[in-house]
């Protein structure tokens, strides 16, 4: 093989080997990303049932987030129900962002 064969080689290698490290970094960061919401998702499980004691012991970790969730939903549809009746059809975030 030529030198100039060689070369095109090497870069295609070299080219290869950055395209494989950053689909790389790309993964790891994924993971990282995934990990960090299963800890969240942990804690909050944990916080509630500390929360909420005996009565949860018959729920499940699956049953507990869910009621989170769901409670979490139900607060912010009412704060933005408030604020939209306290300041003239808008939320707080809307007021602050036009400005």
Same mark, same amino acid.
């Given at each position: 093989m030529n030198e100039s064969g060689k070369q095109q080689i090497? #870069?295609?290698n070299s080219s290869s080997i950055s395209s494989f490290q950053s689909q790389g970094t790309d993964t790891y960061e #994924?993971?990282?990303e995934?990990?960090?919401?299963q800890d969240q998702q942990r804690?909050?499980?944990?916080?509630?049932?500390?929360?909420?004691?005996?009565?949860?012991?018959?729920?499940?970790?699956?049953?507990?987030?869910s009621?989170?969730?769901e409670l979490q939903f139900l607060?912010?549809?009412w704060l933005?129900?408030?604020e939209k009746n306290?300041?003239?059809?808008?939320?707080?975030?809307?007021?602050?962002n036009t400005r």
């Amino acid at each position: 093989m030529n030198e100039s064969g060689k070369q095109q080689i090497n #870069k295609s290698n070299s080219s290869s080997i950055s395209s494989f490290q950053s689909q790389g970094t790309d993964t790891y960061e #994924k993971l990282n990303e995934m990990f960090s919401v299963q800890d969240q998702q942990r804690k909050t499980i944990l916080e509630a049932r500390d929360i909420l004691g005996e009565s949860a012991n018959n729920l499940s970790d699956e049953q507990v987030f869910s009621l989170v969730n769901e409670l979490q939903f139900l607060v912010d549809s009412w704060l933005e129900e408030y604020e939209k009746n306290t300041f003239d059809g808008k939320t707080l975030n809307e007021l602050l962002n036009t400005r």
